[in-house]
């Protein structure tokens, strides 16, 4: 595994150092996961769990076969490895209460004076993880700090991971996320910044953009609104390209958000469940990595998110974007009037994602500046197809400087 240390110089221009960071899981708690994922026991056979279609949920059969990869072939240390070939960072961030959140990011700093800083941002049930692939191939082309022309810097959202998170004191909000996001890239020494996200940070991206002048441009591949009437109207004249796409979030609300109101509804029970046992977890975070996917995910992908968020205690702490998103105690707007972006905005159409949002629709999202509909790929789009990932956020970085 190649290192990427020498993009580890943190801008002079930093207020706080931040502390390098190594990810280094204790033995125990590694044999714990394993034993753990071999005492749990699984379902016996049922009419559902025999169907291999995903339509409902994860299989018997796969879930014996994922389990079988977890507990053999499966290499925690790999993926640690992996991870600290790039720099990884942590960092004192308050929040607007002055309560002080421990904030990891990857970083891969620039040594060019007019590198454009970028945030990459996540989401559920993802991590930095996702943004491993498309680093690696960035810095291919772009082989040393000379030639890199982006300062990335990738946080595991608060809640998420590395990240501390969310505090006990009070509630907790995607604008709150967003408020340390912003203080982060204002610790770091960046006076503007570009923002990418998919799902919960796509949302989070969404309102760096509305809510901060340092947040220059916004790119994303999930970009949840519910139309207006006038929106409406624009059903007829979309390509059958476009339909697909509607009917596709049609079928997703119907038979798939059922996970999205639970958590939302009852997220201290499903923290409390998905915290009791790795093999639960994996075939909740399984099950949404393949419905949601455009491919199947790699065994190794998916348990290595499984064991990332097991460490890490994730499970009861990263659930607040769906208690403000759903139920009745729901905060978020999606309505279009309430979501307008007035600065560069960029979408990125994903054929599998589960909610594609139509150009036309895109338009009246933002100051669309910059929309590309891709031959393949799904929800997790950075993971996916880190190539064509890579060159869609280069050429939404282009075109916004160009303006």
Same mark, same amino acid.
């Given at each position: ?13 930093? /207020? /706080? ?54 507990l053999g072939e499966f290499d925690w240390r790999k993926i640690e490895d992996q991870v600290n ?43 930095? !993880? ?16 000379? /030639? ?22 009070? =509630? ?43 947040? /220059? ?16 109207? =624009? ?7 476009e339909l697909a796409g509607l009917g596709q979030a049609q079928a997703w609300a119907t038979q ?9 509804t009852k997220p201290s029970t499903m923290g409390l469940l998905l915290s009791s046992s790795p ?27 499984? #064991? ?74 950075? !993971? ?13 970085? #282009? ?5």
């Open positions: 595994m190649p290192s990427y240390s020498s993009f580890g110089q943190v801008p002079p221009a930093a /207020t /706080t150092t931040p502390e390098p960071f190594t990810l280094n899981i204790a033995d125990d708690a590694v044999s714990t996961f394993k034993k753990l994922l071999e005492l749990a026991p699984v379902a016996p056979e049922t009419h559902e769990n025999l169907q291999e279609d995903m339509r409902w949920g994860v299989s018997r059969k796969w879930l014996i076969e994922a389990k079988k990869y977890a070939a790039f720099p990884n960072y942590k960092i004192p961030i308050k929040d607007e209460d002055g309560e002080t959140h421990s904030m990891h990011f990857v970083g891969l700093f620039s040594s060019k004076a007019d590198a454009v800083p970028i945030v990459l941002l996540h989401g559920w049930p993802g991590s930095f !993880l996702e943004f491993l692939p498309t680093l690696t191939h960035l810095l291919t082309k772009y082989p040393t700090p000379s /030639t890199l022309p982006y300062n990335l810097i990738i946080p595991s959202l608060p809640g998420y991971a590395l990240s501390s998170g969310p505090p006990l004191s009070h =509630d907790f909000t995607s604008p709150l996320a967003a408020h340390l996001i912003n203080e982060l890239m204002k610790t770091l020494g960046y006076s503007s910044y570009i923002a990418q996200g998919g799902d919960a940070g796509g949302v989070i991206a969404r309102i760096l953009a509305r809510t901060y002048p340092a947040c /220059t441009a916004v790119h994303v591949n999930f970009c949840p609104l519910v139309p207006s009437a006038e929106m409406q109207a =624009d059903i007829p004249g979309m390509s059958a390209q798939d958000m059922g996970y999205a109101m639970l958590q939302g093999l639960a977890l994996l075939a909740w975070v399984g099950e949404k990595l393949r419905s949601w996917s455009d491919e199947d995910p790699s065994l190794e992908d998916i348990v290595a998110g499984v #064991a990332l968020y097991w460490f890490t205690e994730s499970c009861a702490r990263n659930l607040y974007p769906y208690r403000e998103g759903f139920g009745s105690t729901a905060k978020t707007s999606l309505a279009v009037e309430d979501n307008y972006i007035d600065k560069p905005f960029g979408y990125s159409w994903y054929p599998k994602e589960i909610n594609p949002l139509p150009k036309v629709w895109a338009e009246k999202a933002g100051k669309l500046v910059w929309f590309k509909y891709h031959e393949s790929g799904g929800h997790f789009a950075a !993971l996916e197809k880190p190539v064509d990932f890579a060159d869609a956020l280069e050429d939404f970085v #282009a075109k916004v400087k160009s303006l």
